[in-house]
């Protein structure tokens, strides 16, 4: 299998991976960052060209996406699924996902000490960072990132290729469009529209968010 990206989130995905006995056969990809070595941690090969991609897919068409943001991972999911891979999830074997009415994506990473109950939609491509909590009829949409702490309550609609900060909040039964942006720290009570960036406690929208970017 391949990790798109070898830094930053492609880090934690690799604890995920090692925790959970995965590591067998992985490398990275990254065309981006030039001071990479060889080998992440002088073990895991770094592909730097799409041949090389294409050699190891010719073996193993899996891959998964290490690295965050939704525009990101979008592009690179689409780009890496057209060169034939097959996107595929990485979640924590540890992570508590409840066993009734819960319906999850492809492409999913599911981090440390994430808890989604029951009755609840994940869509495909989304990042569940580190200790978030998705509580029961939540429905998150496609190339969503909810950063580590972020705690979404009962009932709440988060929309496609939304980002909500670090230790953020949604009230039960809030609706937070497409392609909106909830700073750090914010606490959601009441409805942000789509293409909104929204910050404060409790959250206000500031300004629009650009969307020429967004798949028609």
């Known amino acids: 299998m391949i990790i798109i990206g070898a830094n930053g989130h492609a880090k934690d995905l690799l604890q995920v991976l090692t925790a959970n006995g995965e ?9 981006v960052t030039r001071d990479l070595p060889p080998q ?3 073990r895991f090969p ?10 190891i897919f010719r073996n193993d068409n899996r891959f998964a996406l290490g ?10 999911g689409q ?20 066993q009734y009415g819960v319906s999850l994506g ?16 994940i869509g495909e491509g989304c990042l569940l960072n580190a200790g978030v909590q998705v509580h029961h009829d939540v429905v998150v949409g496609k190339y969503t990132e909810l950063s580590p702490g972020t705690i979404v309550n009962g009932g709440a609609t988060i929309g496609d290729f939304s980002f909500l900060g ?13 392609n909106v942006v909830i700073g750090a720290g914010a606490v959601v009570t009441r409805d942000i529209p789509d293409h909104s960036v929204a ?11 650009t969307s020429e970017w967004l798949p028609r």
Do not use: C, W
């Open 40 to 42: 992440l941690y002088g």
């Open 67 to 76: 690295v965050g943001q939704p525009k990101i991972r979008f592009t690179l």
């Open 106 to 121: 492809t492409g999913l990473n599911v981090m440390s000490k994430v808890l989604v109950s029951n009755s609840v939609q």
């Open 166 to 178: 670090a230790a953020s909040t949604v009230l039960p039964k809030v609706k937070i469009g497409i």
């Open 46 to 55: 770094i592909l730097r060209s799409i041949d090389e991609v294409g050699q």
């Open 79 to 98: 780009k890496f699924t057209e060169l034939g891979g097959s996107l595929v999830s990485v979640i924590d074997h540890k992570a508590d996902i409840g």
């Open 23 to 31: 590591t067998s056969g992985l490398s990275f990809f990254d065309d």
């Open 199 to 209: 910050v404060g406690v409790p959250a206000r929208v500031i300004k629009t968010n």
